[in-house]
């Protein structure tokens, strides 16, 4: 047995919910036979990708329960709301469109209206929609989605408002349906939690520790994947480099890696996110040595002066960081390497923004997600005392992105008159007579296609690098 910590819900547990859904179900079913149409379930999405993946499992119950999922939340039945809280600019958002759908419930009472996710992780949230936003009938934490059928049946039956509670133990759940909203990616998340406490970061909160699956469990899910004819798998953790360390199994993120490599096919793996505190040799070499281990490391630097990230409590210092870069690109040589930057952290000096711009050159990163720091409740930054300005964060935030993009249009250019392998996603979502796709080291690439080369690897001419995206034509 590998699992020396049993860290998986019970059986019993999941069973349990198996019994709600059928009973959902039987509902639902008679609902459609004596109306002609189903009852349908709308599931509204924030955040990353870890919560895609919730999503999608959200989903997946919905439709076990006998609801046609539906892209628009008029006329649905159940309209599920999953939160993001990792910047305030996220909450607002979710908070403007959960009052957005005031006007559904006052036309249809019978709707059941669930908000869940890491927001309402929350007390301070759980408190404001309980008495802002009273025609939300449910509310549960990120450790409790396996939970929902039983929510709904409990909501249906006492007619009282819930406010589902963590679970203490924050377990895994394994078992529960999903429905994958793509057909050529997918999401697999391989851990949950966060440990590190960043001290900007509300995700340790919101949460829970670190806890892995095992490696049977995320084997069997990618085999699965890859028979289904799946291309593009995105394994995810928030640390993904600490896999395996909190239940003491004796294999680590690299040894999950390798196994999962000698699964045949036609696809390729990714990976996000790795901290630069526990990023190993032992990984790079795996990732050099795989037959489909994407070339492309998503490696989070945050800051470049030390003494931000000492503040940041990220625990590596510039050397450190430059030291994982270098040794990356010397076993992977073209390897695509993307980062998150934050700006505005408390204490900021113009110079340690400016390490950050020198950082930023020395690193050469094809790409970066850049942040301004936001004040989370609850996290060490958020009483700090020295927090800056809005005007200066936004004044370094430009000319943050315009050092980046000189660099991304500088990494882009020489990509120029060569061949790229491209997996096709299909038509455009802004011009659909163009074909998107996206490469190994996940740069967009626009190009002339037809419907039938989606889900497909294809070589791409490129005619043009720009700095956010790749055109070319595809080669006969
Ligand atoms: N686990 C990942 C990050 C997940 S959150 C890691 O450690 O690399 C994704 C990004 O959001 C972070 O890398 C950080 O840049 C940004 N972020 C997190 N908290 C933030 C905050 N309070 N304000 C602004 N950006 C934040
Ligand atoms: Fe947040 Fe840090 Fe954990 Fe990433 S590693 S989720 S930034 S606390
Ligand atoms: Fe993800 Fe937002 Fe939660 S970034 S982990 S959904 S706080």
């Not at 870890?50 to 989903?59: F, G, L």
């Not at 939690?193 to 829970?208: M, T």
């Amino acid at each position: 047995m590998d699992c020396k910590k049993n860290n998986v819900l019970s059986p019993e547990e999941m069973d349990r919910q198996f019994e709600y859904i059928k009973r959902i179900k039987k509902e639902n079913d008679i609902y459609a036979r004596e109306r002609g149409k189903r009852r349908r379930a709308f599931v509204m999405t924030f955040g990353c990708q870890q919560n895609e993946a919730d999503s999608e499992k959200i989903s997946g119950m919905a439709e076990a329960m006998g609801y046609e999922l539906t892209a628009e939340p008029a006329g649905a039945s159940l309209i599920v709301v999953n939160t993001c809280a990792i910047r305030e600019h996220a909450e607002q958002k979710a908070l403007s469109v959960i009052g957005q759908y005031k006007h559904i419930k006052s036309k249809d009472p019978e709707t059941i209206i669930a908000v869940c996710g890491c927001m309402v992780t929350q007390e301070h949230r759980v408190n404001e929609i309980k008495h802002s936003y009273p025609y939300v009938d449910f509310v549960f934490g990120t450790s409790s989605i396996h939970r929902l059928p039983e929510l709904i049946i409990q909501r249906t039956e006492s007619r009282r408002r819930i406010y589902c509670p963590e679970e203490a133990d924050y377990l895994v759940a394994e078992g529960i349906p999903i429905k994958r909203n793509d057909g050529v990616r997918a999401w697999v998340s391989v851990m949950y939690g966060c440990n590190n406490f960043c001290s900007y970061c509300i995700v340790p909160y919101v949460r829970g520790r670190e806890r892995s699956r095992t490696r049977e469990a995320v084997f069997s899910e990618v085999e699965e994947l890859v028979k289904k004819g799946y291309k593009d798998i995105t394994l995810l953790g928030q640390n993904v480099n600490s896999y395996g360390k909190d239940s003491g199994y004796d294999y680590d993120f690299a040894d999950l890696l390798a196994m999962l490599d000698t699964i045949e096919g036609d696809y390729m793996l990714h990976f996000m996110t790795s901290h630069p505190k526990d990023a190993t040799h032992k990984l790079i070499d795996t990732m050099a040595a795989g037959r489909h281990i994407a070339k492309h490391f998503h490696l989070p630097m945050q800051a470049g002066s030390d003494e931000v990230l000492r503040v940041m409590n990220r625990r590596y210092t510039f050397e450190k960081y430059i030291a994982i870069l270098d040794y990356i690109t010397e076993k992977m040589p073209g390897a695509v390497i993307t980062s998150d930057i934050m700006v505005g952290f408390p204490g900021e000096t113009e110079e340690d923004f400016e390490d950050t711009l020198r950082a930023l050159e020395r690193a050469q990163f094809d790409m970066i997600y850049s942040f301004i720091y936001s004040p989370r409740r609850g996290t060490p930054a958020c009483n700090m005392e020295n927090q800056i300005s809005d005007a200066v964060k936004s004044e370094r935030f430009n000319r943050l992105l315009e050092t980046q993009n000189a660099i991304s249009l500088a990494k882009n250019k020489p990509l120029e008159h060569k061949t790229v392998r491209v997996l096709c996603d299909g038509r455009s979502k802004n011009n659909p007579d163009v074909f998107s796709g996206r490469t190994e080291g996940n740069k967009i690439v626009f190009f002339d296609g037809d419907d039938s080369d989606t889900g497909k690897f294809l070589d791409i001419f490129i005619e043009r690098g720009d700095t956010f995206a790749l055109y070319g034509k595809k080669v006969k």
